[in-house]
């Protein structure tokens, strides 16, 4: 299966700034089959990014994707308030689906 | 409103069993795979089982022979039958609702979650 490391495990970062988080593959995800989540305590995961870099309904464009094969990246141009929460990545083009471990974003 | 809401889970002995139910409002289920993906506390998150549209069924090894899961379009519904649980089943159950195109497929809706606990 394949294996997802993000990095890093924590970002420290104030409103304002830019954040970029990282999603490594084990071996090559096909078709940029990768999404990113974001998720808040007691909250269900909230779809962000389809199919690498495709914001999905009602995401606003601060949030961005990109990457193929066995690198991707989550950029979040200008840090809101509410942005602060654990990003995960996940790949859909083998299965079983994988997920990354998570990248905490918190306010510094 | 779209939603997948999530319950019957709870404190089980090891080998005990539980039944966890979803439910869907807000769309047309029945043209929807859903998933069961878990998350146990600190690790990551966990894919489980599926179920398409046609009613194939699909399971991870960790649970195969173990759990089972069904669907009730009528009542928009979706069950997973657990059984013969261990400690290593303890996590949160997350309901998934799978969309996209072909080729394309992702899980675009979760529900928030039930919690099942596995300890004697």
């Known amino acids: 299966e394949i294996v997802l490391t993000q990095s890093p495990g924590t970002l420290s970062l104030s409103p304002g700034e830019r954040a970029t988080l990282s999603c490594r593959a084990s071996?090559?995800?096909?078709?940029?089959?990768l999404v990113w989540y974001q998720q808040k305590p007691g909250q269900a995961p909230r779809l962000l990014i389809y199919?690498?870099?495709s914001r999905a309904t009602g995401i606003p464009d601060r949030f961005s994707g990109s990457g193929s094969g066995t690198d991707f990246t989550l950029t979040i141009s200008r840090l809101e308030p509410e942005d602060f929460a654990v990003y995960y990545c996940q790949q859909y083009g083998s299965s079983p689906r994988t997920f990354g471990q998570g990248t905490r974003l918190e306010i510094k | 409103e779209v939603l997948l809401v999530e319950s019957g889970g709870g404190l089980v002995q090891p080998g005990g069993s539980l039944r966890l139910s979803c439910a869907a409002s807000g769309f047309t289920f029945s043209r929807h795979d859903i998933h069961w993906v878990r998350q146990a506390t600190g690790k990551r998150l966990e894919w489980v089982s599926a179920i398409d549209i046609a009613g194939g069924t699909y399971y991870a090894g960790s649970v195969k022979g173990r759990f089972t899961i069904s669907r009730e379009n009528a009542k928009n519904s979706l069950s997973l039958q657990m059984n013969s649980l261990t400690v290593g089943d303890t996590a949160v159950y997350y309901c998934?609702?799978?969309?996209?195109?072909?080729?394309?497929?992702?899980?675009?809706?979760w529900g928030r979650g039930t919690p099942v606990t596995v300890s004697s």
């Open positions: 199919g690498a870099s």
């Open positions: 998934v609702r799978e969309f996209g195109e072909p080729g394309n497929w992702y899980f675009d809706l």
């Open positions: 071996q090559s995800v096909s078709r940029s089959s």
